[in-house]
């Protein structure tokens, strides 16, 4: 196949393309220029494509003999995720940036004209495994990526190579140094990419600006206190709330209304849900018959809970889940999976959640 | 392989190769004393005469430098110095838009740091500067330190008079420098009767080594240091001499400036071909740059081996990955230093609209370019800028 390999500057996507040329693809290296205010130096695990990211990907490029170009993509990035996370969490929702980069920017733009160039799919570091269309977790629990591919639909993933799927982070790591990369030991980012010190709160500050609003506790309904700004909350949070109420028992973020600012928080028990609503859902393969029984996974590194899957009558899902969850947050993906320990839970699709709540039956009985 | 980027760099000449590697297995070091240092320096000398012979010099009048943007950034600064030293109302820097970044940078870096002044000059749309415009630019030349023109454009080859831009500055006591990377051997050039103050040079464009290069500076001109030590460069350039390296430089320059003629009338020739046949395939691709014929102070007009076109619809980056898939190296203009494709600025500069600048590809022709090499382009150029069109600009 001809393939263009997305590479990053960091230890996965440097093996991942190594495995594609060694398996005998015709590759080429891309590193994708997606930040806005490019970073001379990397600064610790955090941030993406510096100057130093692109030189140590074009050193594995050069190493492996392939062509490697600079893509730059940083306007489709800035408007469909750094925008979008923005605006997100101005309605009160709170949105996976990764999640939104694999869609709209490495499988779609990256894509789109890895296609119209001539090339048959996109290779990538990812930590998931895919093999006949069917995407799986990954081996490596810890490393697992499957949550934040999701959302790719059967023709995107017909286009995308991830051959890091059946081999632990350590495995990769003995290969890159196998092969003498400089990046063998290079630390995994975390955090988000665009927020190079690592402060979401502070990033979403300085694009929103003070928006002041009452915390509200739905345990006694009063007002116990005011916030900055809507956007520093979380659904299910329980640190800094910056609020003291009367009783003791600690206190959630149960809801967020962008509109009059309004924070509620509540006591555990009222935090917790069992029933998830959530937008028009994707597939990764054939449309399942509806209803059915799978797993869902509500957020990234959350433990996937058992769920009935049934379509409500507005076109999305309805998820009813088998035991009562806290932080189920609007804006998160719901990704549902088809439990299989031997090949990896298969990935089935997603549904953006649009909210979260009592199922009706409990809430009467 | 079909090279095409010889403005990025050139093969060596086989004249340089030999002797720089006869140099190569020799010690000494051109400061010593005894016999050793005596020999490397009657080398070096020897080169430096040489140099100075080929381009209208004299041998007093070469600095050894390690390649044109410390040519440009020693020339740039150290005239600025001198004369804002001389007297401190002089801070004013009159340069071109369109200059290699190398000079662009370090007049930048002046005004950020020193105090710099800096009036950018009028470029004509073919990326030429008239004597008119920097006649309008120096005034009085009362408050300027140096002006800076490029003699030949890297990316579209548009080749300026400097005699008569010489002749405009010192009418007013202002002196020129000109970054002439890439018109030695292919324009013909006289340092001492185009009148310049400082004119900086390279060796890997003309068939020398890497890393060597000169900047030929009048006696009079005052330039400050950049690089202090041992004195060696008439006091303005110190450092070892790095002499298998300057008898390469040497040899190269004399060789490109002895076979000028001959050279240039067939590579414009195949670059003339590659042109028209380029337009034969892709009937809306635009030339950028002055025309091929044109014509400045006797000379041509434009570097006869420059090719810049654009492909409207297509990017040029995704151009240029096209053609090195099938084995055709070029170049698109500048990139940043992570490698981002960023629109020409000599074309922003020549006043192109920015898509017109992104979609551009240059191609260079040189001394072992050939037939087959035009061929083996026009042969896939249609199907690649097709091509590239499907891909589309990546914008909305």
């Known amino acids: ?365 | 392989m079909t090279y095409l980027d010889h403005a990025a760099t050139t093969p060596m000449l086989p004249v340089a190769l030999a002797a720089m590697t006869e140099q190569l297995a020799r010690v000494g070091n051109a400061s010593s004393l005894h016999a050793s240092g005596r020999e490397a320096r009657r080398v070096a000398e020897q080169s430096r005469e040489r140099l100075a012979a080929a381009l209208g010099a004299r041998p007093s009048e070469v600095l050894f430098t390690g390649g044109g943007t410390e040519g440009d950034n020693l020339a740039v600064k150290g005239l600025y110095w001198a004369r804002r030293t001389a007297d401190q109302g002089r801070r004013r820097i009159v340069a071109s838009p369109a200059e290699h970044h190398a000079v662009l940078d370090s007049v930048e870096w002046l005004e950020k740091h020193e105090g710099a002044e800096v009036t950018w000059l009028r470029v004509e749309p073919t990326g030429r500067v008239t004597a008119d415009a920097l006649a309008d630019a120096l005034g009085d030349g009362g408050d300027v330190a140096l002006a800076t023109v490029m003699w030949a454009n890297n990316e579209i080859g548009a080749v300026s008079d400097l005699t008569a831009l010489a002749a405009v500055a010192h009418e007013v006591a202002v002196p020129l420098h000109t970054d002439a990377v890439q018109a030695i051997g292919q324009s013909p050039l006289d340092f001492a009767a185009s009148g310049v103050d400082a004119l900086t040079m390279t060796g890997h464009k003309v068939g020398g080594p890497m890393g060597a290069g000169a900047l030929l500076l009048r006696r009079d001109a005052e330039c400050t240091p950049l690089l202090h030590g041992g004195g060696q460069e008439r006091d303005v350039r110190s450092g070892t001499l790095d002499v298998a390296a300057i008898v390469g430089l040497a040899a190269a320059t004399h060789a490109t400036v002895a076979d000028r003629a001959e050279r240039t009338a067939r590579v414009a020739a195949l670059r003339d071909r590659l042109v028209a046949g380029v337009v034969t395939e892709v009937p809306d691709a635009q030339l950028n740059g002055p025309p091929l014929d044109d014509v400045v102070a006797g000379g041509p007009g434009r570097l006869p081996g420059n090719a810049h076109l654009s492909f409207p619809g297509a990017e040029g980056d995704a151009l240029l990955m096209l053609l090195d898939a099938r084995g055709i190296e070029c170049s698109t203009g500048s990139a940043c230093s992570a490698g981002v494709a960023r629109p020409s600025h000599v074309l922003l500069a020549a006043g192109a609209d920015p898509a017109r600048a992104r979609s551009s590809l240059r191609f260079s022709l040189g001394h072992t370019s050939t037939d087959a090499d035009v061929d083996a382009l026009l042969e896939v150029i249609g199907p690649v800028v097709e091509r590239a069109r499907r891909a589309g600009t990546g914008r909305r």
Not at chain 1, 30 to 43: E, G, K, W
Not at chain 1, 182 to 209: M, Q
């Open chain 1, 1 to 365: 196949m001809r393939l263009i390999a997305a590479m990053s500057g960091g230890v996965d996507s440097a093996v991942a393309a190594a495995l594609a040329v060694e398996a005998g693809h015709d590759v080429t290296g891309v590193h994708l220029a997606l930040s806005p205010d490019r970073q001379t130096l990397r600064s610790g695990a955090r941030g993406c494509c510096s100057v130093e990211d692109s030189h140590d990907a074009r050193r594995v490029a050069d190493e492996l003999g392939i062509p490697f170009y600079v893509w730059d993509l940083a306007d489709r990035f800035r408007e469909d995720v750094i925008d979008d996370f923005v605006a997100e969490y101005a309605a009160g929702r709170t949105p996976n940036p990764c999640l939104r980069c694999n869609e709209k920017i490495k499988f779609s733009a990256v894509l789109d004209r890895a296609r119209a160039l001539g090339f048959d799919a996109v290779v990538t570091g990812h930590h998931a495994r895919l093999a006949d269309g069917e995407l799986r977790r990954s081996v490596d629990p810890a490393k697992d990526q499957s949550y934040v591919l999701g959302v790719l639909t059967a023709e995107q993933l017909a286009g995308a190579v991830f051959p890091l799927g059946s081999m632990t982070k350590e495995r990769v790591r003995e290969l890159a140094a196998e092969r003498g990369y400089a990046v063998a030991t290079k630390p995994d980012s975390h955090d988000i990419c665009f927020i190079s010190d690592g402060d979401t709160r502070g990033f979403l500050a300085r694009k929103l600006g003070e928006q002041p609003g009452p915390v509200v506790d739905a345990a006694t309904g009063q007002t116990v206190g005011t916030h900055a700004g809507a956007h520093g909350f979380t659904i299910g949070q329980r640190r800094g709330l910056g609020v003291t109420v009367g009783d003791q028992r600690p206190r959630y973020v149960l809801g967020i209304e962008p509109v009059s600012r309004t924070v509620t928080i509540g006591t555990a028990d009222q935090a917790e849900v069992d029933e998830v609503r959530t937008g028009t859902p994707t597939w990764t393969g054939p449309v399942p018959d509806l209803p059915f029984r799978a797993q869902v996974q509500l957020r990234a590194h959350a433990a996937p809970v058992a769920c009935e899957v049934s379509l409500a009558e507005d076109g999305g899902l309805c998820l009813v889940l088998g035991e009562r969850q806290r932080g189920v947050a609007p804006g998160q993906s719901a990704v549902l999976y088809a439990p299989d320990a031997e090949r990896g839970d298969l990935v089935l699709g997603q549904g953006t959640v649009m909210r979260a709540g009592e199922r009706p039956e409990t809430a009467l009985s």
